[in-house]
Each structure stands twice: as C-alpha cells, then as structure tokens.
C-alpha cells in the first residue's frame, strides 16, 4: 500500500481483501468444523492447514507478478483463517478447562489463561514483526520477495511444536444437547458477551488493518520499509505491555471488572486522541505512543477477558458452542469494518484531513463507553473454579426441566476429565 497507495493494490481494494479474508476463513472454519468435528481432528486440521498455508505463502511470491502474489495471498489468508476458525474455540476452552485443574493454583487460573491464550497471540504479532525488520536491516530494504518468503518460511517452525489435545471429558459427544435448554438458561450472557465481542471487533480490527495510515502519520511518509517496520514493532510492542499488565491484575479483580476498566480506559485515551489530533499529530513520538496506549488499553481490557468469559460461562455441554458463537458474530462485524470503515473516514473528510484521521478514535472512543454499559449489565462474572459449578448447576437444571440425565456419558461432577474424591 506504500508502493502503489493510490493504484489497484492501494487502501481501496487488496488492503481490504487481505485484511478481510482471514476474517471471513475464520468464520467458515468455526461453522464447519465446529458443527462436524470433535476437539482433537479441529485441532488437527488447525495445525495441518496452518503449516499448509504458510509453507504455500513463503513460497508464492517468488516468480509472480503483483496482481498474481496479491491475490494469491488473499485466497491463502483465507484457508489460513479456515484453520483458526477450526481450532481457535476449542484450543480456547480447552485452555480455560486446564486452569481448573489440580496442580494450578487458584488465585492464577486467569492469569494462566490469559498468557497462554491472548499474549502468545500478541507475542506472536511482535515476533513476527520482528522478523520483518531484522529481515529488511540484512538486506537494506532490498529484495522484498525474499524477505517475505524467509519470514513466513520462519513462521512455520512454531507449527512444528503442536502438541496432542490434552484430555477432556467426552460425555457429551454422543448426547443430543437440550440446546433450547441452554439458550434459554444462558441467552443473556451470550447476548452480552457477543455485544462485546462485535463492538471490540468492529472497532480494533480495522484500526490494526488501516494502521498504515497512522505509520503514514508517524513516519512522515517514509517508503523506507526499515523505518516503516521499525515504528510498527515499536508500537506492536504496547499489545504485550497491555496484556501482561492485565494478566497480572485478572486474578485479583475478575475478568469482568478489569474490562470494564479498560474499556473506560480506552474510551478516555481514544476520545482523547480525536481532542489533540492536532496538537500530537506533529510530534512523531508522542503520536506513536498515544496510538500505542490506546491499543494497549484493547488488550488491557477486552482483548484478555472477552476470550476468558466466554469460555468460562457455559457449561461443558455447550462450551465451545457458546464461545464460538460469540466469536463469530465479532468476526463478522471486524470483516464488515474493514470494508466499512473507509466510507467513514470519507464522510468525515478523507484520509487527508484531522477530521477523517481522528474519526476511527472517536467511533471508538464512544463505543468503548457502549460495550462498558453493555458488560456492566449483561455479562456474567466469572468465578475461580467456577466452570466445575457451573457443569453441577447445569446438571441439576436440565433435570428440573425433565431432560434425561441418564444418557450422558459421564456425569458432570467428575467434570473437566477429572476424578473428584
């Protein structure tokens, strides 16, 4: 988009089809594989596409024209979100059912959760970037086919370290799940958490998607890959800085409680931002830093605990059904912002004015404050161990409501694929 910022490959069109088509991949994988699959083949055909997909990418650049790399890469975002979207809710609460086990200590169990969930995917977008600028200071900025085929070759090796599913409990794999029952017990945290989800998702992705218009801000207009990618690790930085912070508070003070905090947080550094554009927008470093604090803020806040919620509050029989349920709707509305979001700027003036820059801070500045009220009444706090009670309390209601226990495989309060004395 720096090369050609106003031809086919510009902001207008591959900006958002790469930007997009991972997101649309996601969803498909989460409704295929999450309808047809158990968790261990999700996860595999996660890993196997992952691999495929990167292997593939690495090598697709080289020996192409532009408009055949572009859109080869768009298709490829798309299987590779195929793969997230198979293995992302199950790899999720999987995660969040070992935290509950013995061995872990109860006043870290989110805290565990959130490192090993949302961190790692923010380390993994530091690392990544990392690459690209220790790739571009080798070879001068030069020789960009190269530099890309070496660093998503690099990308594979993680892949490589999969590990097989841990044990669950299966007792519901042959079970028709009451799945009215559970709306009808659980509908308004999945409507809350899936409020969350869409005004996180609608707001943070393409504020990450278009973020080359603020590294346009912030380095001058440099076409200097170098300084360009330099300047996106310095920010990038600021999503571990957020999660970590977080995870370290998560426990102490709930999940719900710590994205309230950071959504109001958010909400001031956002709306901030739109009151001073003009003031910072002129000093490169303080710009940069106040770009940096707001995502930080989103990972602070929602970024670590939407994912935690959600796949902490139903119980097992409907768990990942639940979480992936409101991650899709979020994924939806990210894909539907992207395309969104520059038809908004222009409304407010264009790329090129304070008005249309700031736009994106003010939308979402104000739906930071939204999703606040939206948490504060809808979503349901969560509670250390609280996934055990939760499978017992679900237990005890599907047989108030005449549902036949006797059918599920085990019962709930041997719960998580432990045996409780």
Not at 154 to 178: N, R
Request: glycine share 12%.
């Amino acid at each position: 988009t720096r090369i050609h910022p106003e031809g086919e490959f510009g902001m207008q069109y591959y900006s958002k089809l790469l930007g997009s088509g991972m997101l649309a991949g996601t969803v498909f994988g989460m409704l295929v594989f999450g309808c047809t699959s158990n968790r261990q083949l999700r996860l595999a055909a996660a890993a196997s596409l992952l691999l495929t997909c990167s292997v593939v990418s690495g090598t697709w650049a080289f020996g192409r024209g532009d408009t055949a790399v572009l859109a080869g890469f768009c298709w490829l975002r798309f299987m590779l979100g195929i793969g997230i979207g198979a293995g992302s809710p199950a790899a999720t609460v999987s995660v969040a059912e070992q935290t509950e086990k013995e061995g872990v200590l109860e006043s870290a169990q989110n805290w565990w959760s959130v490192l090993t969930t949302n961190t790692l995917i923010d380390m993994g977008f530091v690392t990544s970037m990392l690459v690209l600028f220790l790739l571009c200071c080798i070879f001068d900025g030069k020789h960009p086919n190269l530099v890309w085929g070496l660093s998503v070759g690099l990308g594979t090796i993680p892949v490589f370290f999969w590990c097989h599913c841990p044990q669950w409990d299966d007792s519901w794999e042959d079970v028709h799940i009451p799945y009215w029952l559970a709306l009808k017990r659980y509908w308004k945290s999945l409507l809350g958490l899936s409020l969350a989800w869409f005004i996180y998702d609608f707001t943070m992705y393409p504020l990450v998607i278009y973020s080359s218009v603020i590294m346009n801000i912030v380095t001058g207009g440099s076409l200097s890959l170098i300084i360009v990618f330099g300047w996106t690790l310095f920010i990038n930085l600021f999503y571990i800085l957020g999660s970590v912070l977080g995870a370290f508070l998560v426990d102490e003070h709930g999940p719900k409680n710590l994205m309230i905090v950071g959504l109001l947080l958010q909400a001031i550094v956002g709306l901030g931002i739109g009151v001073i554009h003009d003031a910072v927008a002129s000093h490169t470093a303080v710009y940069a830093l106040a770009y940096g604090v707001f995502l930080s803020l989103s990972e602070f806040g929602p970024g670590n605990c939407i994912g935690i919620i959600a796949a902490k509050t139903a119980p097992l029989a409907v768990r990942e059904q639940f979480y992936g349920a409101a991650a899709i709707i979020g994924k939806v509305v990210a894909f539907i912002g992207i395309w969104a979001f520059p038809q908004i700027i222009d409304a407010f003036g264009g790329w090129n004015t304070a008005e249309g820059i700031t736009a994106p801070f003010w939308i979402g500045g104000g739906l930071a404050v939204v999703s606040t009220l939206v948490t504060f009444c809808l979503v349901k706090p969560i509670v250390h161990n609280g996934m055990k009670a939760e499978d017992q309390a679900f237990f005890q209601y599907l047989e108030e409501n005449g549902f036949d226990v006797d059918v599920i495989g085990v019962h709930p309060r041997v719960g998580l694929g432990m045996v409780m004395e």
